[in-house]
T-cell receptor, first 115, second 112 residues
């Protein structure tokens, strides 16, 4: 049972345009959501996060939106740059109910930004 | 400050062999984790530790063992390697639960 779903394996956008990466979750106990970025042959690096008490968090070119009723979050990158080309993982954890801070990851979306 | 380091970077094992994947962090983090990532899949938690001497199973612990004798080191042991253990293994750490996890560069393991 996949609790965090990234249904788009890949996404291709032009440099300067907006990239929108989507993530859905099924576990109501999740109350903190994170995006990680991964380049080939490297470990994932933290990008941005959002808690369930918020619906938006912004950090420079990166904005994460959370729709708790729809159990959906999205990562917006504006403007997209070629250096943003990487695999993006959505991850989530819950504070209680047994999930206890253990991260559950989606399968990832490969973003390619074309010059 | 090296962060999280993992050795080796790459290893080929024969079926039935054993090996230890090393993970060391120099950030004095209490929590450490081992994940595996199969092709086209997300990361799955194998084992984690909340401090020296304390370990617990994650989502996919079968075929693996861990120990945590120091704050810095969290080795992952594979006994009787199987082709299903072909994967990329990532170690991570954070100071406390809920804080951002910092990942190592990964160990690519091929079991033939």
């Amino acid at each position: 049972d996949q609790q965090v779903k990234q249904n788009s394996p890949s996404l291709s956008v032009q440099e300067g345009r907006i990239s929108i990466l989507n993530c859905d979750y099924t576990n109501s106990m999740f109350d903190y959501f994170l995006w990680y970025k991964k380049y080939p042959a490297e470990g994932p690096t933290f990008l941005i996060s959002i808690s369930s008490i918020k619906d938006k968090n912004e950090d420079g070119r990166f904005t994460v939106f959370l729709n708790k009723s729809a159990k959906h979050l999205s990562l917006h990158i504006v403007p997209s740059q070629p250096g943003d080309s990487a695999v993006y993982f959505c991850a989530a954890y819950g504070v209680g109910g047994g999930s206890n801070y253990k991260l559950t990851f989606g399968k990832g979306t490969l973003l390619t930004v074309n010059p | 400050n090296a962060g999280v380091t993992q050795t080796p970077k790459f290893r080929i094992l024969k079926i039935g062999q054993s090996m230890t994947l090393q993970c060391t962090q120099d950030m004095n983090h209490n929590y450490m984790y081992w994940y595996r990532q199969d092709p086209g899949m997300g990361l799955k938690l194998i084992y984690y530790s909340v401090g020296a001497g304390i370990t617990d199973k994650g989502e996919v612990p079968n075929g693996y063992n861990v120990s945590r004798s120091t704050t810095e080191d969290f080795p992952l042991r594979l006994e009787l390697a199987a082709p299903s253990q072909t994967s990329v293994y990532f170690c991570a750490s954070n100071p406390y639960s809920g804080e951002t996890q910092y990942f190592g560069p990964g160990t690519r393991l091929l079991v033939l």
